[in-house]
Each structure stands twice: as structure tokens, then as C-alpha cells.
């Protein structure tokens, strides 16, 4: 029988809109050696992890914070999954992909869906939710930074509808947590999720949330349990809270989660969020005479996290991508309506540098020059 090929990748620069290149500080901690789940040594990484957390989303001392063994698309699940009830009207903002991700998630567990929508490359506008917002809707829910147009959505703003209502706020930090200023608990917002392979720099497959008391509540008056059990939330406070099985954590994703996450906040969220913006205005300032333009055309709705560029005029995007993944260089095209249309740079965590950005500088100018 043949063996099998293991080609190690080469040397790349990742400059997409997630995955980032992992922190080097994870790439070590994913090399300590295994210890089991229910591990002394684990469960105190694990609490430090939750305090982090905390801290990364601004969340009251006592918020409850874990990670869920599965990607950002699995933290948006469980938020709808617990959440939500069949019947329940929940508004659902969707200027985007991972808007309408979120509207199909909600309908899937018996929501009603109200949707609230705008054009693409637009933020949502906080008076088309407060025009659909009554005492029935149970929920609002949006995404902080779209990701596949590059917008940053007004979540303040939508937050301050929400006071006095008793109305559930679930956000998808997926592209702003951990780089972005984030406010849980001074906006009230009850459930929050990002990915470990975004913001934080740390490999794929974690799905750090944060559960307000209030959405805990709500939980605990469900009429049936939720249908989602690996995610359900007393299922997950018996492990990370009570310290008893749950389902067996990928521990080693833990340390290095742990590890990326110190970093950043070693680093400090608001020098990470300068560094995303400088880094930003500068690869904009190298591009532009190249014919590249902003797809976002409000300067206050642009996500720093997500560089959406509309391409020159006659630039061929497939042929220009395959060119430079020749090279060893990755950027990502435009989503559904704006493939062929825009790139979307990743300004996220450790894509956020110079030194990468300068390797794609002399390779566009080589290709296109
Ligand atoms: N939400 C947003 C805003 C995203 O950008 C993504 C992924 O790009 C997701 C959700 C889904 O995350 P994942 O691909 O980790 O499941």
C-alpha cells in the first residue's frame, strides 16, 4: 500500500479576513503536553481563560464566559439554540453573509424572523430596527462587523433601543472582539461569540461566548429543553463552573487559546485596535494609486478589522488571486453579490503587521506593474 503524502505546507503569508496567522505564543502552547480534561491544571487554565474573556468583552465581574468546542458558526448556534423558542419573534439584522447565516439559524429554531436589512456595503440603520421593535420581539440580533462586505454595524446604537425592553441583545463579535472595542456590559449585550482563529490569533476550532444573567433567565424558562445538547448551557456551567463532565474539551486548543489570549491582552485592546487602523490607512495609502478603492463609502461605517476594497478596473480577480497564492500569498475575494468585485484584507490579531503587508505590496507590484 502507498504511503501516505505529507507534504509540509511552505512558508505563506495569510492575509485573509480569518483565519490569521496564529500567535506564536499559541504555536508553543498547542506543543505542551497533554493533560486530561478534567485536570486540576485545566480547569485553573480554564478559569483564567473565563476571566480573560471577561475582560476581552467587557463583561460584568460575574458574566458567565466559556468556549464552546467548535468554530464561530457553532457560537452563533448555541445563542439561537438556547435562546430562542419556536414562536418567538426575533429581530434579525442582516446587511450581509453572516447577517443572513443568522436569520436562517434563528428560523431553523423556530423563530419568527423579522428581518432588517440594507443595502450592501451599508451599516444597518438603528431607526429601521426601532421600526420593527414591539413587545412581542424577544430578541435582536447582529453581527459587529460583517465580514464579507467590511461594514461595522451601529451596535451602540441598536443597544440603546433595547433599554427598559425585555428584550435579549445577541451580537456576533466574530470580527471585532479582541481588537475592537467591545462594551458588553455597559451596551446590554446578553449573549456574545467570536472564533478563536479571528481577532485572538489562536487555531480554529473554539468559539469563546458570554452569557448575560438575564439571558440565563430566559434560558432557564424555556418550556423544553434546547435541542442543541452539546452547547446547552447548564450542560457547559457544569464543566466550567462546577467542574463536572461535560463533554471532553480539546484541551490543547485550550492552551493556546489561553496563550493568545494573554497576549492580547498583555498587548492591550485599545493599542490593537490603533495597530488595526494604522496598519489599515497605510495599506490603503499603497493601494490606492494601484486603482483600488474603498467598497464602504462612509468612512464611519468602515469595520478596521476588514479591509473590502473595490478593485480596479480591469484587474482580473481570479487570475491575480491564483498569481499571487503561487506565491505563497493569500487575500479573499468578495462574498455572493461582490465576488469578482472586491478583496476583503484581514486586519485581525497577528494580520495586522507590516512585514506581511509589505510582502504583498512587492508581489502586487511585480504582478500588476
Ligand atoms: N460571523 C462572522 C462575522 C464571520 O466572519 C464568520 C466567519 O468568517 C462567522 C460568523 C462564522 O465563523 P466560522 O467560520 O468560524 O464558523
Same mark, same amino acid.
Given at each position: ?66 468556549l464552546l468546542a467548535g468554530t464561530g458558526s457553532l457560537g452563533m448556534e448555541a445563542g439561537f439554540a438556547n435562546l430562542v423558542e419556536s414562536g418567538d419573534e426575533v429581530i ?26 440594507a443595502p450592501l456595503g451599508e451599516a444597518i440603520r438603528p431607526e429601521n430596527v426601532a421600526a420593527q421593535l414591539d413587545d412581542r420581539v424577544r430578541m435582536v440580533a447582529v ?56 481577532? *485572538?490569533? /489562536?487555531?480554529? +476550532? =473554539? ?9 440565563? !433567565? $430566559?434560558?432557564?424558562?424555556? @418550556? ?110 468578495? *462574498?455572493? /453579490?461582490?465576488? +469578482? =468585485? ?9 494580520? !495586522? $503587521?507590516?512585514?506581511?503587508? @509589505? ?11
Amino acid at each position: 500500500m502507498a504511503g501516505m503524502t505529507s507534504a509540509a505546507p511552505a512558508p505563506h503569508t495569510l492575509l485573509t479576513p480569518g483565519p490569521t496567522p496564529i500567535h506564536p505564543r499559541a504555536v508553543q502552547a498547542l506543543t505542551r503536553d497533554m493533560l486530561g480534561h478534567m485536570d486540576p491544571v485545566v480547569f485553573a487554565l480554564n478559569r483564567d481563560i473565563q476571566q480573560g474573556l471577561r475582560d476581552m468583552y467587557g463583561a460584568a465581574p460575574d458574566t458567565f464566559t466559556a468556549l464552546l468546542a467548535g468554530t464561530g458558526s457553532l457560537g452563533m448556534e448555541a445563542g439561537f439554540a438556547n435562546l430562542v423558542e419556536s414562536g418567538d419573534e426575533v429581530i434579525v439584522c442582516a446587511n450581509g453573509s453572516f447577517g443572513h447565516r443568522m436569520a436562517e439559524m434563528a428560523a431553523r429554531y423556530g423563530a419568527r424572523v423579522r428581518l432588517v436589512t440594507a443595502p450592501l456595503g451599508e451599516a444597518i440603520r438603528p431607526e429601521n430596527v426601532a421600526a420593527q421593535l414591539d413587545d412581542r420581539v424577544r430578541m435582536v440580533a447582529v453581527v459587529h462587523g460583517e465580514t464579507s462586505t467590511g461594514v461595522l454595524n451601529p451596535v451602540p446604537e441598536i443597544a440603546g433601543l433595547l433599554r427598559g425592553r425585555d428584550t435579549l441583545l445577541t451580537v456576533d463579535a466574530v470580527t471585532t472582539a479582541g481588537m475592537e472595542p467591545f462594551h458588553m456590559q455597559a451596551w446590554g449585550v446578553d449573549y456574545a461569540y467570536t472564533g478563536a482563529q479571528k481577532c *485572538l490569533s /489562536a487555531p480554529p +476550532g =473554539l468559539a469563546p461566548i458570554a452569557v448575560s444573567d438575564r439571558a440565563f !433567565a $430566559r434560558f432557564h424558562a424555556r @418550556r423544553s429543553p434546547t435541542p442543541l445538547w452539546y452547547a446547552d448551557l447548564d450542560g457547559l456551567r457544569d464543566y466550567w463552573v462546577h467542574r463536572s463532565y461535560h463533554h471532553t474539551v480539546p484541551v490543547n486548543l485550550h492552551y493556546a487559546l489561553h496563550a493568545a489570549l494573554s497576549a492580547a491582552l498583555e498587548e492591550g485592546l485599545e493599542v490593537r485596535q490603533a495597530r488595526a487602523a494604522h496598519i489599515g490607512q497605510a495599506v490603503y495609502r499603497t493601494l490606492e494609486p494601484l486603482g483600488f478603492r474603498h467598497y464602504v463609502q462612509d468612512p464611519a461605517q468602515r469595520l478596521p478589522t476588514v479591509l473590502a476594497l473595490r478593485l480596479p478596473a480591469g484587474l482580473n480577480d481570479a487570475a491575480v488571486r491564483a498569481e499571487l497564492r503561487q506565491r505563497e500569498i493569500s487575500v479573499t475575494g468578495g *462574498l455572493g /453579490a461582490t465576488a +469578482g =468585485l472586491i478583496w476583503r484584507l484581514g486586519l485581525m490579531g497577528e494580520s !495586522a $503587521r507590516p512585514a506581511p503587508y @509589505r510582502t504583498l505590496m512587492l508581489a502586487l507590484e511585480d504582478i500588476l506593474g
